[in-house]
């Protein structure tokens, strides 16, 4: 089932769904600038999916086959992705882009649409999330073209592993994408993974003392329902307080001092608990167990420019048709307006009511 799709001020195709929502109502919107929400929040962290094409068939986000991806028309092109951010950017003061997929690096225009938003003024910091597959090779141009962070997919640095995860044996590809960036300068590289319980949890210290040696950021992520073969089961899932156990048998993790000002990892200091030597850090992210909703700063563009306001929404607002329907770029910063005033106060995913999203992670974003 595909997700709703809300229209805003321009006539926009969606399904004849009699259960449809209706459109938020904005009538108690103050104007004020920014792209704010009724329970005080403003977001200014925009990310956006490039393509829901992917390289890799993870376990809890993709199915092993039978995928059907957008066609290229359906896609937002470069000029359309640069536009949208530089709205963001001048009319709602969105000062932190990622860019996430699917697989961002199967875009062979990453480049240029990179080039694009660092042109823009004022400037807003650009990051990527990606499986690095291939990055060694693009890493000097991604930087070349004003790419400021990356994280790199990867749950674990066991090969066995990885292709029981990924469902393809390129473990060595990402290793290598992994050195490319690090020797452009793109650091600090942080690294996101996902535990697995009885498939890679028990890997986690391992996989931590390996990102210390290397210079590289841990960031270990509580599995969401976004799966495609809804296998998630929240009473089996590998909860941030037990990734801080699991690690606290060879690591003493001390809160960080770090304030978090919206970001979705908590961060710790890590020491060896055998030697008390000080390594680095580590974050949890905690969407599950531990949500952060009251200071969520995202708002979020599908591949096919479709705003989501949530992570889990059920509800998707089209910009596309807009864009291509000639608006200009108030209306469109309207409907984006009216559509992040209706993001609601939490995910809910501790409600009896709550259902996974219809589509999974990698036709989202991340």
């Known amino acids: 089932m595909a997700p709703r799709s809300v229209s805003l001020g321009m006539p926009v195709p ?68 640069v536009r949208l951010v530089r709205i963001g950017v001048e009319s709602f003061g969105v000062d932190q882009v990622r860019f996430t997929g699917g697989e961002p690096l199967t875009r062979p225009d990453l480049a240029e649409i990179i080039a694009g938003v660092a042109a823009l003024d004022p400037r807003p910091n650009i990051a990527l999330t990606t499986n690095a597959i291939g990055l060694d090779a693009r890493a000097a141009a991604l930087a070349e073209a004003g790419l400021d962070r990356i994280n790199v997919s990867l749950d674990t640095v066991v090969a066995e592993t990885f292709e029981t995860m990924t469902r393809r044996p390129l473990l060595h590809r990402v290793l290598a994408g992994i050195d490319g960036a690090l020797a452009v300068g793109l650091s600090p590289v942080k690294i996101n993974a996902v535990l697995l319980p009885g498939v890679n949890d028990h890997e986690l210290p391992d996989l931590l003392s390996w990102c210390l040696d290397r210079g590289l950021e841990l960031r270990v992520i509580e599995q969401m329902p976004l799966d495609a073969d809804r296998i998630w089961d929240r009473d089996h899932m ?129």
């Open 14 to 81: 969606r399904r004849t769904d009699p259960a449809a929502p209706q459109l938020p109502d904005t009538s108690d919107r103050p104007d004020a600038p920014g792209l704010i929400d009724r329970y005080g929040r403003s977001a200014t962290d925009l990310r956006i999916s490039l393509t829901d094409f992917c390289n890799l068939r993870c376990t809890y986000c993709m199915p092993a086959s039978g995928m059907t991806f957008l066609r290229g028309e359906q896609l937002l092109s470069r000029e359309e992705i």
């Open 238 to 366: 590998v909860t941030a307080a037990g990734m801080r156990e699991i690690l606290s048998e060879r690591f003493v993790l001390t809160a960080g001092a770090v304030e978090r000002a919206g970001a979705p990892a908590e961060l710790f200091d890590v020491a060896d608990r055998a030697s008390g030597e000080h390594r680095g850090r580590v974050g949890t992210i905690a969407s599950v167990t531990e949500p952060f909703c009251a200071d969520c700063r995202r708002t979020r563009l599908t591949a096919e420019g479709r705003v989501r306001t949530c992570l889990f929404s059920h509800e998707e607002t089209d910009l596309r048709t807009a864009l291509r329907g000639g608006a200009s770029d108030e209306e469109i910063a309207d409907i984006w307006r009216a559509a992040q005033w209706g993001k609601p106060a939490g995910h809910g995913m501790d409600t009896a009511a709550f259902t996974p999203p219809e589509r999974p992670m990698s036709a989202i974003g991340g």
